[in-house]
């Protein structure tokens, strides 16, 4: 019995492990493949990624600069609010709201954005705070 138990554990850790590693490669392949402009491809492994763990800003975060990058401008910002939500803190993603907010005209929102991020530590968020909300 304690043979059984130790090998569902050991299998248990070891499958937990080998879709943490598939998470962390596919991520880490599309932001590579963003920064290489590869948009789609971006995507699709971005979008494996997630499937895997949805419950990680980063990955949000990057889906959110692939549809930035595709000027989708209404997926990213959802994508960016989503990494906001899974890590209050993720200053990247807090600053990104702010950006596309600011695009869309929404001065309320991109001032209350830029105004959390730059309480985040994000010295370009204080620099557009003080420039257009006070």
Known sequence: MKKIILLLILTYCFTSYSQTNTFEKLKNEAFELL??????KALIKINEAIKLNSNNADA????????EAKNLLSSALSDYLKAT?????????TSKC?????????????????????????????????????
């Open 85 to 93: 939500k899974i890590n209050p803190k993720h200053k990247d993603a």
């Open 60 to 67: 949000f975060y990057c889906r959110g600069n692939i549809n």
């Open 35 to 40: 920064i290489n402009k590869e948009y789609n």
């Open 98 to 134: 702010a950006i596309i907010y600011g695009k869309q005209k929404d001065m309320p929102n991109f001032c209350k954005y830029s105004k959390k991020a730059c309480e985040l530590g994000s010295d370009d968020a204080c620099n557009m705070n003080n420039r257009f909300c006070n």
